[in-house]
């Protein structure tokens, strides 16, 4: 239904300047920070381009090869794989820790605020630091970890090292850094949460567990579908941390979509700038198309 304009009101021409003067910065920041590369990386999906003419222009076209030879790559199977496993379980341990961790700061004991000050740490380090951190935490010689599990006398892991552990290190990180988000986000949904229903189900008699079965995930129900939604997002794309910690080693083994395309378009001396972008464009539609199945899914089950 239309808006009715009141009888006799006028926008004026300055009200309209305006209102284009306050649009304009978010339009401009869209546009240059998103619209354009998404558009850049399209077209560079689509042409056969080499460093000559990434810098001079020129390219050929080249349609879908470019797609083609990214899906037909040995590691398109392994990478596409990693990315998943390590979605996955980023996303489990992340807003599982982060709601246990939330549901014990509910509590409201001494000192609980700044015991979640010191949590918050790991989220606002810089990621560099942080992926630092556990590259030497998790050393093969001269890690803190391997340390001290010879206390207890377990023989030392190769976990950046081993393409066993490789991927499991990287998740491990990862997860050290997604806690803190899980933790404020889903602490806040608790805060609005009425007291009086947690009153009136333990004048029923009712269990901690049958509380939070009954009230407190249903009614967190909307936070958490934000939580694991933006989770998903940002999961999906992580390179910085896995690249510094092992670089998508050994032998492939922690590759993901995102380290694949990155070394695909700067990691050689001969850069596949189309390929790279392909695979770009495919980790994009994957967390597009994840983000549309979760957000379908929350749908059905409140309705």
Not at 68 to 80: E, I, K, M, S
Not at 155 to 166: F, I
Not at 247 to 265: E, F, I, N, V
Request: aromatic share 12%; net charge positive; charged share 10%.
């Amino acid at each position: 239904m239309a808006a009715t304009v009141p009888p006799g009101y006028r926008v004026s021409r300055a009200g309209r300047w305006s209102a284009w003067a306050f649009l304009a910065p978010v339009t401009g920041y869209l546009v240059v920070c998103y619209a354009y590369p998404l558009y850049r990386n399209v077209e560079l999906s689509l042409r056969e381009y080499t460093v000559r003419s990434f810098v001079q222009g020129g390219a050929p076209f080249a349609g879908l090869d470019n797609y083609r030879t990214a899906l037909a790559d040995p590691t398109f199977g392994p990478a596409l794989t990693h990315t998943l496993v390590f979605t996955v379980a980023s996303l489990v341990l992340q807003f599982t820790i982060g709601m246990a961790l939330a549901l014990f700061f509910h509590q409201h004991f001494p000192l609980s605020r700044t015991l979640r000050a010191v949590i918050l740490v790991p989220w606002l380090l810089p990621l560099i630091v942080s992926a630092s951190t556990w590259s030497w935490l998790l050393n093969s010689d001269a890690g803190l970890v391997n340390a001290a599990l010879g206390v207890v006398g377990v023989d030392p892991v190769h976990w950046l090292t081993s393409p066993r552990w490789s991927l499991v290190s990287v998740i491990i990180a990862n997860v050290w850094i997604g806690v803190p988000f899980n933790l404020v986000v889903l602490h806040s949904g608790l805060q609005a949460i009425p007291a009086e229903l947690y009153e009136a189900s333990a004048l029923d008699g009712a269990t901690g567990w049958q509380r939070f079965r009954s009230i407190t995930f249903p009614l967190l129900r909307p936070v958490s579908a934000i939580t694991l939604l933006l989770g998903l997002i940002y999961t999906l794309k992580v390179f910085d941390l896995i690249w510094i910690m092992t670089r998508g080693g050994p032998a492939d083994s922690s590759t993901t979509l995102a380290t694949w395309s990155y070394r695909l378009g700067f990691g050689n001396l001969l850069p596949q700038f189309g390929p790279g972008a392909a695979v770009g464009n495919l980790l994009i539609v994957l967390a597009l198309l994840a983000g549309l199945g979760y957000l379908r899914r929350q749908r059905r089950q409140q309705s």
